[in-house]
């Protein structure tokens, strides 16, 4: 069974940073579809970043030039870089993961970007 636990959420000033992270127990491949969703109130849940299958990545357009992701296949742990935040960063963010057919959420960890 796998697990997704994330962490590194929080309350950030405009402008500021945070990185969260992405624990998967349950499966250690380095091809797994790995990434970051997120939901801000009242918005449907959207992309953030994502590995591929093949290891390339994708970003939403929102946030490109400002996140990164990246992950440690010894760890298994996928991290989200969140530089130059705006209020409109403003969501709960949530690990996801594609392996063996199956799709598989993290709980979710708040991120709150002030003016």
């Known amino acids: 069974q796998v697990q997704l636990v994330e962490s590194g959420g929080g309350l950030v000033q405009f402008g500021g940073s945070l990185r969260l992270s992405c624990a998967a127990s349950?499966?250690?491949?380095?091809?797994?579809?790995m990434g970051w969703y997120r939901q801000a109130p009242g918005k449907q849940r959207e992309l953030v970043a994502m590995?591929?299958?093949?290891?390339?990545?994708n970003y939403a357009d929102s946030v490109k030039g400002r996140f990164t992701i990246s992950r440690d296949n010894a760890k298994n742990t996928v991290y989200l870089q969140m530089n130059s935040l705006k209020p409109e960063d403003t969501a709960v963010y949530y690990c996801?993961?594609?392996?063996?057919?199956?799709?598989?959420w993290g709980q979710g960890t708040q991120v709150i970007v002030s003016s």
């Open positions: 996801y993961a594609y392996i063996t057919s199956r799709n598989y």
């Open positions: 349950g499966s250690r491949s380095s091809r797994n579809v």
């Open positions: 590995f591929t299958s093949g290891g390339s990545t």
